[in-house]
């Protein structure tokens, strides 16, 4: 969405810069709260193997969103390209990580 208003010019770049570092911090204190509690939702679900195939779908949709985020958008800074793929891949690691909790209990 911010990028959207960035293109169209609604957005000048100080302010789309500001809301890009509110949108990480927010997501990242999301995730450490998320990472530190406890699986709550898929340790209440019985062990099944459609669970395991939501979990792969999940991790392949961050895969292609994360190929898509670097190689999408041809002739863009390089640094952008790659923040976009680490804040993404902050995302599949909590994935991963709820997972594995939710397994071993």
């Known amino acids: 969405m911010l990028v959207a208003w960035y293109v169209a010019g609604n957005l000048n770049a100080r302010v789309?810069?500001?809301?890009?570092?509110?949108?990480?911090?927010?997501?990242?204190?999301?995730?450490?709260?998320?990472?530190?509690?406890?699986?709550?939702?898929?340790?209440?679900?019985?062990?099944?193997?459609?669970?395991?195939?939501?979990?792969?779908?999940?991790?392949?949709?961050?895969?292609?969103?994360?190929?898509?985020?670097?190689?999408?958008?041809?002739g863009a800074p390089w640094a952008l390209r790659i923040f976009g793929a680490v804040v993404l891949l902050i995302f599949l690691a909590g994935i991963v990580v709820q997972h594995r909790r939710a397994s071993a209990s």
Do not use: D, H
Request: glycine share 6%; net charge positive; with cysteine.
């Open 16 to 74: 789309f810069a500001i809301l890009c570092l509110v949108v990480v911090g927010v997501s990242a204190i999301v995730c450490t709260r998320v990472l530190r509690s406890e699986p709550f939702v898929l340790a209440q679900q019985p062990k099944t193997p459609l669970r395991n195939v939501f979990y792969y779908v999940k991790i392949v949709a961050g895969l292609f969103l994360m190929w898509c985020a670097v190689w999408g958008p041809k």
